[in-house]
């Protein structure tokens, strides 16, 4: 569907009317210039391209350097005109970013080395600008919305990279939105039969039943909202083709528990109404007990927050509600929050939640206290990721460390046995010192010895992390302890 400038201008003013409508219109302008008589295989211009992943930016809240960056996103690369052009129009932010994007997509891997390699590149982009990796969600998607243009070998590569890669890092940056339509569009290519099969069910086999549903309690319940002066929207969920499926991957779910419940969506002005409107439902319709979830009291550990419950509504149907303000329901949408870790973990409990890096709880902190997200990006920027750096194992494990790390702090930071037995450290696939520093984005594989006696109490001197202090500590002590046993019948 071709669309306009015109359309990304207005959606950027709702998020900002003061955005330089001006320079959003150059920005396009230069663009369309410089794809001129381009084509994408689907036969489109390609600034519809350009123009398509601008939009999802405004969709998205992006600010307008992002959107204008996304218009501009693949120029250097696909056309004659260069960076340097860029940033003598548009300035050093915008072709900042634009580059950003031309480095991600530059080399392109295969298999576990591609997987490590893509990891390793999102995470230095999000280091350097985080805005950089939602151009690159834009792009993605609207790439995937226009696959069927491409050979099945190419398609299936896409689908598996977003799925393995992209859906899970912008659900760790809680840009649901995006992580949905991404899902849904690899789930379409990766699986057409089931996919096929299961919208043919949800979207046309159920829908009239659904929407019927629906509106019965929205009206039963929006009567006896308004009797009690609460202001309030309902909205019906769509549930997500991909996430059913994955529900019935499970065993212990049925197909029919999944599809036969009806969701939905209470948004009220504030906290005190949650819970009358908690009260209301309760009254109306007898409540499954164990389903029922006060994320308001106790928020869950990435800061969401809403009141959830299953009861049998009418015709004795299970129905679901979540309860919440309208500012939960625009953290729940938009934030950045860390569902990632016990959707993925989904049956364990939320215990694993330490196990959650540090500079995610500081994002999701930064996300509750920023004002806008131009705010967020720059403090993201500069307390989280200026003292940190990533480092990848071969496995494609990432290792956030402080600044300064050496293969010492990582080898602990993988397993204690590791950081005991390791003696040497291939960095980049070269052969390392123990304490050399290591640099963002390295790659490092520790070299371990079964047969070394352990830690050297040498290694206290450079290492940095407190764990690996701790362990080292521990176990020289051990061992001298044990030297002076060993000492004691040649004394005797
Ligand atoms: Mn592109």
Same mark, same amino acid.
């Given at each position: ?120 590149? @999102? ?58 339509? @991404? ?310």
């Amino acid at each position: 569907m071709a669309i306009s400038i015109n359309q990304i201008i207005n959606k950027v003013k709702e998020n900002n009317p003061r955005a330089d409508e001006t320079m959003i219109r150059l920005a396009f302008e230069f663009a369309e210039k410089a794809h001129h008589q381009q084509l994408r295989k689907s036969g489109e211009p390609y600034i519809q391209h350009s123009l398509h992943t601008a939009l999802i930016l405004a969709q998205i809240k992006a600010d307008e350097e992002t959107v204008m960056a996304g218009l501009l996103h693949d120029v250097p690369e696909d056309t004659e005109i260069e960076l340097k052009d860029i940033e003598k129009n548009f300035g050093k932010e915008i072709a900042g970013l634009v580059e950003g994007i031309t480095k991600l997509s530059k080399i392109k891997f295969r298999g576990v080395e591609r997987y490590i390699e893509s990891l390793r590149k @999102m995470f230095l982009a999000m280091a350097r600008d985080l805005r950089v990796i939602l151009i690159k969600f834009a792009d993605r998607l609207h790439n995937l919305r226009t696959l069927d243009a491409l050979p099945e070998k190419k398609r299936e590569r896409i689908a598996h990279e977003t799925l393995e890669i992209y859906a899970p890092i912008a659900g760790l940056l809680g840009i649901w939105r995006l992580k949905w339509q @991404m899902e849904d569009l690899c789930f379409k290519h990766l699986f057409p039969e089931e996919y096929r099969k299961l919208e043919y069910k949800y979207e046309v086999e159920k829908k009239v039943e659904r929407n019927r549903y629906i509106q019965k309690v929205k009206n039963i319940l929006g009567g006896k909202l308004s009797a009690a002066q609460i202001k309030f929207e309902i909205e019906g969920r769509f549930k997500h083709l991909y996430s059913i499926y994955q529900k019935m991957q499970k065993k212990d779910r049925k197909f029919d528990e999944i599809y036969d419940v009806f969701a939905l969506r209470v948004i009220v002005n504030n906290i005190p109404d949650c819970y009358r409107v908690l009260g209301i439902i309760h009254s109306l319709w007898k409540p499954k007990a164990s389903r029922f979830k006060d994320y308001i009291a106790v928020s869950k550990p990435n800061g969401y927050r809403s009141l959830h419950t299953t009861v049998f509504g009418p015709e004795g149907k299970a129905t679901e509600f979540q309860i919440r303000t309208k500012e939960m329901n625009d953290e729940a949408l938009y934030g950045i929050s860390a569902h990632w870790y016990y959707k993925q973990k989904s049956g364990s409990n939320y215990e694993d939640d330490h196990k959650q890096p540090k500079w995610v709880k500081e994002i999701l902190r930064i996300q509750r206290e920023a004002a806008n997200s131009q705010d967020f990006v720059k403090r993201v920027k500069f307390d989280v990721f200026a003292n940190r750096i990533f480092i990848f194992t071969p496995k494609g494990d990432v290792f956030d460390l402080p600044e300064g790390s050496t293969p010492v702090d990582l080898a602990y930071a993988v397993h204690t046995d590791v950081g005991h037995f390791a003696t040497s450290a291939l960095v980049n696939d070269k052969i390392a010192a123990l304490n050399q520093s290591l640099k963002n984005g390295d790659l490092v594989e520790i070299i371990t010895d079964k047969k070394r006696k352990g830690p050297n109490r040498d290694w206290l001197k450079f290492v940095k992390t407190q764990r690996a202090r701790e362990k080292i500590n521990h176990a020289t002590k051990a061992s001298s302890f044990e030297a002076i046993r060993n000492l004691l019948p040649r004394i005797g």
